[in-house]
């Protein structure tokens, strides 16, 4: 059901408005499926792709709770990086913008985590909040993620330049 997931989770970037939607859906379909398989220890790795399964078909109820489960679950640190990121995203839809913000700094402020520290931190809530006009929190972030994403040093410090000058 994971694999299937991902499967059609890789069809929410095409560029039909309904082929995105309806894999959204089915996506999540399939995640809370592996999710009701699989064991307790199991789960924890399976709420990221249900929460951004949930966020992609736009089903914000469920992306909150999934979310707000991998943070109370005292999980890894991508799980709070992931679900502070989809909180954020979820805060931007209901225009609270400084829950936004939080959410962005609470994203940034973990220790690192395989994945985080080789593929680099998830950058949509931070966009999200620069086209608000909040380039202070974005660079802050930029800086708290430094501490992680030793491979992506360059490109933060160019950002930080092109955020700087309103780029």
Known sequence: ATALGNLYQLNTRARSLKVANDS????LEQFELAYNLSSSYAKVHVLQYLAKAAYAAKDFTKAKKYSEEMLSGGGSALNVHVGNIILGLIAIADKDVEEAKSRLLQAGKIPGSPNLNASGPNMSLAKSLLQQGEKEVVL???????????LGKKSLESWSVQVKDGQ
């Open 140 to 150: 802050e972030y930029f800086d708290l993620c430094s501490k992680f994403w030793n």
């Open 24 to 27: 959204a859906k089915k996506a």
